[in-house]
Nanobody, 123 residues
């Protein structure tokens, strides 16, 4: 199983980025999916999750209203649209897949992890 995240970069405060996570070698529509992030010197934290069919989403409070998680099961790809970016959003963003069909905010519930993509927001 492979999860490949991409789309990160260096942006300014208020800019937008769209991350993508492409999956291979798994039955994509069986898995809930999530985005997590880890800033330097900090613990990995939950950002957003989406259910296996895309009908249910969940966000951490700090990104609600700014980030949108979505998925395209036909393309085996998940997305994270990030708007109104802030310096505190700077982190490595990782995608993950879980057999919990609703997705989860708990890292321990995830079975597969991608390698991450760096997002840096300058002030």
């Amino acid at each position: 199983v492979q999860l490949q995240a991409c789309g990160g970069g260096l942006v300014q405060t208020g800019d937008s980025l769209r991350l993508a996570c492409a999956a291979s070698e798994l039955t994509f529509s069986n898995y809930g999916l999530g985005w997590f992030r880890q800033a330097p010197g900090k613990e990995r934290e939950f950002v957003a999750s989406i259910s296996n069919r895309g009908g249910s989403t969940s966000y951490t409070m700090s990104v609600k209203g700014r980030f949108t998680i979505s998925r395209d099961n036909a393309k085996n790809t998940m997305y994270l649209q990030m708007n109104s970016l802030k310096p505190e959003d700077t982190a490595v963003y990782l995608c993950a897949a879980t057999l919990f069909p609703s997705g989860s905010s708990y890292m321990s519930h995830y079975d597969y992890w991608g390698q991450g993509t760096q997002v840096t927001v300058s002030s």
